[in-house]
C-alpha cells in the first residue's frame, strides 16, 4: 500500500505563475513532512520540510502547507522559474517508519519561459 | 565540501556477476541508507543503517546485501545480479533518521543484460 501519494505525474505551469504541488498521506503516525526536488542526472537535494506541529512553513519563494485532518500537504512556489523544472518528491517519516523516510512517486515540474 | 560519493556512476553488467556499488560521507552522519529509483515507483527505500554494524531492511531488500564496518562507507552488493535490478541507486546519509534532511549522493544508474 502506498503512504505517500503524489496523484500528479506531472505539473506545466507558465514562468512567473504559481505552481501547487500535492501530497497525500496515508498513515497518521506521520510527524515530519519533506519536500526534495530532483535534477536529471542528479541526486535529490532537499528543499524545505514542516513538523505536524506547524501548518505552514516559508522559505523564500517555496512554502509548504500542512493539513492534518485532511491528511494532505502542498508545496507552493512563488513565482515560478525555469530553473524550478525538476522532479519533486514528497517524503515523510515518523511512527513506524522508525524515522526512515517514505517517499511519494514524485511530481515533474515544467516552468515555461 | 559536504558530500556523498557514490561510484560507479553508470555500470553495464551481465546477469550473475557479483557487484559492489561503493558509497561513501564525509559528514560523520550516522544514518544511511540506500534506495532505488524506477520510472513510476518513485524512491524505493533498499537497505538502511543506524550506525556501524547495524543494518536493515527497507522496502525492497531482496537481491541485495550491504555492510557498514566504518561509519562513512555503506556500500551496496548485488550477489548475483538479475535484469529486474536494472535501475538508478541512490545513497543517502543523514545526522538521524527522519527528522533531518537526508544528503544524496548523485546516483548510480545500473544495467544488468
Redesign the interface.
Known amino acids: 500500500d502506498q503512504q505517500v501519494k503524489q496523484n500528479s505525474p506531472s505539473l506545466s505551469v507558465q514562468e512567473g505563475r504559481i505552481s501547487i504541488l500535492n501530497c497525500d498521506y496515508t498513515n497518521s503516525m506521520f510527524d515530519y513532512f519533506l519536500w526534495y526536488k530532483k535534477y536529471p542526472a542528479e541526486g535529490p537535494t532537499f528543499l524545505i520540510s514542516i513538523s505536524s506541529i506547524k501548518d505552514k512553513n516559508e522559505d523564500g519563494r517555496f512554502t509548504v502547507f500542512l493539513n492534518k485532518s485532511a491528511k494532505h500537504l502542498s508545496l507552493h512556489i512563488v513565482p515560478s522559474q525555469p530553473g524550478d523544472s525538476a522532479v519533486y518528491f514528497c517524503a515523510a517519516s515518523g511512527g513506524r517508519s522508525q524515522g526512515n523516510l517514505i517517499f511519494g512517486k514524485g511530481t515533474k515540474l515544467s516552468v515555461k519561459p | 565540501e559536504a558530500q ?1 560519493t557514490q561510484n560507479p556512476r553508470y555500470l553495464i553488467t551481465v546477469t550473475g556477476k557479483k557487484l559492489t556499488v561503493t558509497c561513501s560521507q564525509n559528514m560523520n552522519h550516522e ?1 544511511m ?1 540506500w ?1 532505488r529509483q524506477d520510472p ?6 533498499i537497505y ?1 543503517s543506524m550506525n556501524v554494524e547495524v543494518t536493515d531492511k ?1 522496502d525492497v531488500p531482496e537481491g541485495y546485501k550491504v555492510s557498514r564496518k566504518e561509519k562513512r562507507n555503506f556500500p551496496l552488493i548485488l550477489e548475483s545480479p538479475s535484469p529486474n535490478q536494472t535501475s538508478l541507486y ?1 545513497c ?1 546519509s543523514s545526522p ?4 533531518t ?7 548510480t544508474r545500473l544495467t544488468v543484460v
Do not use: D, N, T
Not at chain 2, 534532511?101 to 546516483?107: H, K, N, T, V
Open positions: 556523498v544514518y541508507s534506495y513510476g515507483l518513485g524512491l524505493r527505500q538502511y527497507g541512490f543517502a538521524r533518521p527522519g527528522y534532511e537526508a544528503f544524496f549522493g548523485q546516483g
